[in-house]
């Protein structure tokens, strides 16, 4: 068994798939509308679903807007440059809500930023070998 992806519902699919693919950088990998469920999924990533998890980008299309629930922590994204990442987050108009530095309770490295919705995205320093 392999994690596949994590969907997140989305209130303005143009805009969420901008952010993924613009600010961070991941490709556009499907798109697909269902007009009898009146829904549009999107699949972004870092690479092919054949090799890697993706995100899945649910946009129903009678919902402009979602609340987050308590329940959603974070998707994770390892960085080379964790300092570079943010900077290029911020030039492109994305949110860094946490400024890369060490975890509390530990030295890992880490940022977080926001997409359009207000999901949060940790940013994780590579460590070196």
């Not at 068994?1 to 950088?25: C, K, P, Q, S, W």
């Not at 949110?95 to 994780?124: L, N, S």
Request: net charge negative; with cysteine.
């Amino acid at each position: 068994m392999r994690l596949l992806h994590t969907m997140l519902r989305v209130g303005n699919l143009d805009r969420a798939i901008t952010f993924y693919t613009e600010v961070l950088g991941m490709r556009l990998l499907r798109q697909r509308e269902y007009p009898d469920g009146r829904f549009t999924l999107a699949f972004v990533g870092y690479g092919d679903e054949s090799d890697t998890a993706v995100i899945e980008l649910t946009h129903n299309w009678d919902t402009g807007k979602y609340e987050l629930g308590n329940g959603y922590g974070h998707i994770a994204i390892e960085t080379d440059d964790i300092y570079a990442t943010c900077e290029a987050v911020r030039a492109k108009g994305g949110r860094v809500t946490r400024e890369p530095g060490p975890m509390k309770h530990g030295t890992t490295v880490i940022a977080f930023v926001e997409d359009p919705d207000g999901y949060k995205i940790e940013f994780i320093q590579q460590r070196t070998q």
